[in-house]
């Protein structure tokens, strides 16, 4: 059996093991510390714009603070794309709240924004406004944020940007996540940077930032006992944790740099292929990390699917993964309202992401290629 390809492994820069020494030597092994401090300055450096950052332990957790803070509720409705991982999602139910699913648009994967209308204007018909706005920027790919926004501010809806996967990427040369009324990020072990688990709520508004520092550290008064007046979270990213987020910010810029290489690299190999799709950047104010690149197989024959080349790659143990199964099909969510064209459910079915790392080889790549190549009986590279 050859050597796993794997589909997104951490990589680590260096730094990383000077900042954790630092923390143990200076005995800050329990949650807070000087590195989480350094670590949320670190990012609110990073993504501009006049943000405030407060780091946590998930993206999942950074998303359910994000809907208390902004007073979702029990019978309450979010808005939340379906073309993406159940965590953006699941943070609703913790709520007791329904989550009201928008299909994708085609050119990006995301949301789109003329459906996110339709959802509103007939949630508002049932005597149902939403209180929030969850957008999704799928592998990096920044949506029509524009756009959103625009239906955002005439509904009066707060967004919530959920860049767990696209923290570098920009869309008009400013940074996603600094968008929203809110953003997440996530630093979990496959994400462009990670922190081994953690992730950080984004916002321009510093009273919210502080709200759900306080919230994540089990809303404790201030008292010199131990007295609280409101429930709270147990969602504060640990010193030891950051301190290894610190070290990979240094190498931020180089790992988008390598993913958006890979991409390059595949989608200059497989040109040739004209039943392989890449999901692109739609013109140059859109601006991807491409942290995974994904493809999908528009073939009507069925001669080859995304199952089938998922099966085998797997035979050499090169790692893919079919693109995330839309919310509005998943068991759990099924009966909850839905406002779609089916874009969301044909990627599903033709769609793959391929090995993406940035600490993907030539070789490796190459190796990719090869299979996918010899799936369509084309010439290896």
């Not at 949650?31 to 950052?53: C, I, Q, R, S, W």
């Not at 794309?81 to 709520?95: D, E």
């Not at 001669?303 to 079919?322: C, F, G, H, Q, S």
């Given at each position: ?11 680590m ?10 923390a143990?030597d ?13 670590f ?7 993504l501009?714009n006049?943000?405030?950052?407060a780091?946590?332990?998930?993206g999942t ?13 029990q ?22 709240a329904?989550?009201v699913?928008?299909d ?33 920027h799928?592998?990096g ?5 524009d756009?959103?926004m ?44 990670t922190?081994?688990?953690?992730g950080?709520l ?5 009273d919210w ?9 089990q809303?404790?008064d ?10 709270g ?8 944790c ?7 910010m ?11 290489k ?9 040109s ?15 601006f ?51 406002y ?10 033709v ?28 010439s290896?590279?």
């Amino acid at each position: 059996m050859n050597k796993k390809i794997s589909l997104s492994s951490p990589h680590m820069g260096g730094s990383e093991f000077l900042f954790l020494k630092n923390a143990f030597d200076s005995n800050w092994i329990a949650p807070l510390g000087p590195h989480v401090d350094g670590f949320e300055k670190d990012l609110a450096t990073y993504l501009g714009n006049g943000v405030h950052v407060a780091a946590l332990s998930s993206g999942t957790a950074s998303l359910h603070l994000a809907l208390v803070i902004l007073g979702v509720k029990q019978n309450d409705e979010v808005i939340c794309q379906s073309l993406t991982f159940s965590a953006s999602a699941n943070p609703i139910m913790y709520q007791g709240a329904t989550p009201v699913f928008v299909d994708s648009e085609s050119q990006t994967w995301n949301m789109s924004p003329d459906l996110l209308e339709i959802a509103i204007k007939d949630r508002l018909s049932k005597g149902k406004k939403p209180k929030a706005i969850i957008v999704v920027h799928l592998y990096g790919m920044p949506a029509e944020m524009d756009r959103i926004m625009e239906v955002s501010r005439k509904y009066q809806i707060p967004v919530i940007e959920d860049a767990a996967e696209a923290l570098g990427s920009t869309y008009k040369g400013r940074k996603l996540g600094t968008f929203g009324d809110m953003a997440i990020l996530s630093f979990n072990g496959n994400k462009i940077i990670t922190t081994s688990g953690g992730g950080a709520l984004v916002s321009k508004n510093e009273d919210w930032i502080i709200k759900s520092r306080f919230l994540a550290t089990q809303a404790r008064d201030i008292a010199p006992h131990y007295q609280h007046s409101q429930v709270g979270y147990n969602y504060r990213m640990s010193n030891i944790c950051a301190s290894i987020g610190r070290g990979q910010m240094e190498v931020l810029p180089l790992r988008i740099y390598q993913r958006r290489k890979n991409f390059t690299h595949y989608t200059r190999l497989l040109s040739n292929i004209s039943n392989i799709q890449f999901q692109i950047e739609p013109d140059d104010t859109f601006f991807s990390n491409h942290w995974l690149s994904a493809i999908t197989l528009e073939d009507e024959e069925g001669k080859i699917t995304n199952d089938m080349m998922r099966l085998a790659l797997a035979e050499d143990n090169i790692e893919v993964r079919p693109v995330w199964k839309p919310m509005h099909m998943q068991p759990v969510f099924s009966e909850f309202p839905f406002y779609g064209d089916g874009t969301a459910e044909h990627l599903f079915k033709v769609g793959l992401c391929l090995p993406s790392g940035s600490n993907l080889t030539e070789y490796e790549i190459r190796m990719v290629i090869s299979k996918i190549k010899n799936c369509f009986s084309t010439s290896i590279v």
